[in-house]
């Protein structure tokens, strides 16, 4: 009985040992996670511009409006959330390419924009 329960514990060892090893080796070969002014850099600054001015030669086409005005800050976090999420206009949705916390931090950086300009 106790040589069993020897080996039992030496396999279980072994395996939570092994499990964490290939664990780190996945996590090592992992992006690390993109920041709010990565992604919106990726993913809206085409459109929008880097200071989401919307002064881009496709924002001006589209007449896009200038992410840091009143009129787009005076929407609220979900609205924002949903625009970006499930798209507007020409405008596509990226809740099928970004993470939920992703499409929030994006909500954030909008927020940050304006307070940039006002510096």
Do not use: W
Not at 100 to 109: F, M, N, P, Q, S
Request: hydrophobic share 40%.
């Amino acid at each position: 009985m106790q040589r069993t329960l020897q080996r039992t514990s030496a396999f279980v060892s072994l395996a939570v040992g092994l499990l964490l090893f290939m664990l780190t080796l996945r996590l090592a070969g992992m992006p690390a996670p993109a920041t709010a002014e990565q992604l919106f850099n990726q993913k809206c600054a085409a459109c929008h511009a880097e200071d989401g001015s919307g002064k881009t030669a496709i924002g001006k086409n589209l007449k896009l409006r200038d992410l840091r005005s009143k009129a787009v800050q005076k929407q609220s976090d979900q609205q924002l959330y949903d625009i970006i999420a499930k798209g507007k206009g020409s405008m596509p949705g990226y809740s099928s390419e970004l993470s939920k916390a992703d499409i929030e931090h994006l909500v954030g950086y909008i927020r940050e924009l304006a307070k940039k300009q006002r510096k």
